[in-house]
């Protein structure tokens, strides 16, 4: 089969290209700007161009694989189209291909990731083995597809933006959080809420659903859906009583938390020693003592107890779940330590929602405290940027010295008046400025900070081995 694929250079397009690609398919694509990603993809022997040229489409395409944020107005697409090719989304492939697999699904509007990779670490550590499809690189794979054709399991992060998680029917499901997100998609949180139980009620009945403690529940706070779970308050909202929210009792339901002692795993006694993190998981089944995440951020602690739970759910023993724990390396751009050392430390982080920026400077505050930390942020998406503007100034006050770059617009045209300087106004500190990524590489050295923080899901990713390089010959 030739493929070719529309946006190949994002990170879950690009991961089926290299699945067809090892599979033996000829893949080539399209996407609108180089990257390390599509470097990656051109040096493993997949062509790749930049320019929206239908002329550069080869002759022979048997099927086309294109992402949402691709405009429907490409020259390419239209002329496609016009060829009579089969066209499908990459969460069509995605779920034919998981069919008839025991499918780990994890979604949610953060965590999800590091989730999706750290359940694919624990089971390819263990002999029941995975294969996965990544939403980032994983560190200890150095990739984002994992294939291993001897195991019955794929673990795949399962992606709501237009309601693409929707085409997925998981053996093992996990929502790791519901916050408002992608509102041009669905207009309303309650609408968004209303995808989220859709798909946990496509779990596979003799299957498992593993939920976030408490996200199901609308801003006033009363309970979306009923979890069919006697320790659950019942306690259903009737404006929103359709199949979709009424359906997750069909499944086996656990919940978890790193913050209370209410669901059926969590975390207690949380410590750090030596920049790793330590903590005790309860379970159903008992107590796990002194279990080790190595120099990851505090919420990760969250994200290793349902992934835990999902790993021994799949068999493992607690020895084969310590130690999959332990030498999980993460995910490069998420709390992605470039610099760690006595004088300085620098982490990357892809943070583009408001609650992900809190989480990782609180992070960053829990295990450098009394430092001076030094934030660049690049904003994703003017819909968003406009959305939660009051938010991310919020956030972003926790920083000792702010630096916003311009906004990313990804998929979007520019709105009207709304700018990172919109943002900026809006953040009470003086400590605050805009810059261009050439001009970050001047200011941040001038700041003589302790720990730096590049956050956002943008081509800000570009200015990070740049900035990384700048840092350690200031170092010298």
């Known amino acids: 089969m030739n493929y070719y694929f529309l946006g190949i250079g994002g990170i879950g397009m690009s991961a089926l ?19 390390p990603l599509t470097e990656e993809l051109e040096s493993e022997g997949i062509a790749v161009h930049y320019d929206d040229n239908p002329m550069q489409i080869p002759a022979d395409v048997d099927m086309v694989v294109y992402t ?51 359940i694919a670490h624990l089971l390819s550590n263990a002999n029941c083995g995975c294969s996965a499809f990544l939403g980032g690189v994983s560190k200890n794979f150095g990739s984002n597809l994992l294939v291993n054709n001897d195991s019955e399991y794929v673990v795949v992060e399962a992606d709501e933006y237009d309601r693409s998680f929707l085409q997925l029917h998981p053996y093992m499901a996990v929502i790791t959080a519901t916050d408002p997100d992608h509102l041009d998609i669905y207009g309303t949180h309650e609408a968004m809420l209303d995808a989220y139980a859709q798909f946990a009620s496509q779990t596979e009945p003799e299957g498992h659903l593993f939920l976030k403690e408490g996200i199901f529940r609308t801003a006033s706070g009363e309970e979306y859906v009923e979890y069919g779970h006697e320790h659950h308050h019942e306690h259903h909202h009737e404006e929103h009583e359709h199949s979709a929210t009424k359906t997750l009792g069909h499944a086996n339901i656990s919940t978890y938390t790193a913050h209370g002692i209410d669901a059926d795993y969590y975390a207690v006694n949380v ?20 279990l080790e995440l190595d120099g990851t951020a505090l919420f990760n602690v969250e994200n ?95 920083l000792d010295e702010i630096i916003m770059m311009p906004i990313y617009p990804a998929r979007e045209k520019p709105i009207l008046g709304v700018t990172s300087s919109m943002v900026l106004r809006k953040i009470e500190s003086m400590s605050k400025y805009l810059c261009t990524a050439d001009q970050v590489l001047e200011l941040v050295p001038a700041l003589c900070p302790d720990v730096v923080l590049t956050l956002g899901a943008g081509d800000i990713d570009r200015l990070v081995p740049r900035l990384e390089a700048t840092l350690r010959e200031q170092m010298l």
Not at 271 to 290: A, E, I, K
């Open 17 to 35: 290209a290299r699945f067809f690609k090892k599979r033996g398919d000829t893949v080539s694509g399209y996407d609108r700007t180089q990257s």
């Open 68 to 118: 949402p944020a691709v405009p429907q107005d490409l020259h390419e697409f239209v002329a496609l189209r016009e060829r009579g090719v089969k066209i499908e989304k990459r969460s069509q492939v995605l779920g034919e291909l998981t069919r008839g697999k025991k499918c780990i699904a994890v979604a949610g509007s953060h965590g999800k990731t590091t989730t999706t990779t750290l």
């Open 271 to 290: 410590r750090t020693y030596n920049g790793n993190l330590f903590y005790d998981m309860r379970t159903p089944d008992g107590v796990l003592y002194d």
């Open 304 to 398: 290793a107890v349902v992934a835990s739970a999902v790993a021994l759910a799949c068999g493992l023993d607690q020895y084969q779940l310590r130690s999959g724990l332990k030498s999980f390396a993460g995910v490069r751009r998420r709390f992605d330590y470039r610099i760690r050392e006595k004088e300085l430390v620098y982490i990357d982080d892809y943070a583009h929602h408001p609650q992900e920026i809190a989480s990782t400077i609180e992070s960053v505050r829990y295990l450098y405290p009394g430092k001076r930390v030094v934030g660049i942020f690049q904003p994703h998406l003017y819909t968003r940027t406009r959305d939660f503007a009051d938010e991310f100034a919020k956030v972003l006050q926790n």
